[in-house]
């Protein structure tokens, strides 16, 4: 409930006394399990963030038989099917820079922990180091978000998010990898 509140009107909007309101109980029961805003926000990332990881491959010990693209396609997919499951308004967090510096902070912190296991594996592929390998795990990130938002939006279908994403992201690793 609290996801599709963010999804469509914003995480502004995420009050205890409107999110009970939208679910149909009362304010004690959302308290009874998120104390506060923080806390309730917090909730939707860190759900996002357990669905995702079912979800998304395991890159730490990478399959060798498995080629970038098809690891690309399998992130992108479980994105999607995290946001399929989940709503967008976690994914939305996760993209989250705006005014409120603690919701700024917990979303930039999931994405620290979502980019996390790609590092080794993007230093071992292009030969940067760790400054680089962050860097480029950034840019494919914002790119994921955007063309995501996008799909969200109902602008791409989800074979044309997969397919821009998996060129962005190929794009982005054959330059550094020649």
């Known amino acids: ?42 909730g939707v990332l860190e759900d996002f963030r357990e669905d995702y990881s079912r979800r998304v491959p395991n890159v730490e010990t990478p399959d060798e038989s498995v080629d970038i693209a098809t690891t690309a396609r399998a992130f992108i ?28 902070a917990i979303s ?24 680089e390998a962050l860097a480029l795990a950034d840019v494919m990130i914002t790119g994921a978000g955007e063309i995501l938002q996008r799909w969200i939006e109902g602008e791409f279908s989800r074979e044309q998010v997969a397919t821009l994403l998996g060129r962005i992201i190929l794009a982005v690793l054959i330059e550094f990898t020649e």
């Open 108 to 131: 930039k912190e999931f994405r620290r922990q979502l980019v996390q296991p790609w590092l080794g594996p993007l230093r071992t592929l292009t030969g940067v180091g760790e400054a």
């Open 1 to 42: 409930m609290t996801s599709d509140i963010i999804a469509t009107d914003g995480v502004d909007n995420v009050r205890i006394p409107y999110v009970a309101a939208a679910a149909g109980v009362t304010r004690p029961v959302v308290y009874k399990f998120f104390p506060n805003r923080h806390e309730l926000i917090k």
């Open 77 to 104: 997919d479980a994105a999607c099917d995290t946001i399929d499951a989940r709503g967008s308004g976690g994914w939305q967090l996760l993209r989250s820079v705006g005014p409120d510096q603690e919701i700024a």
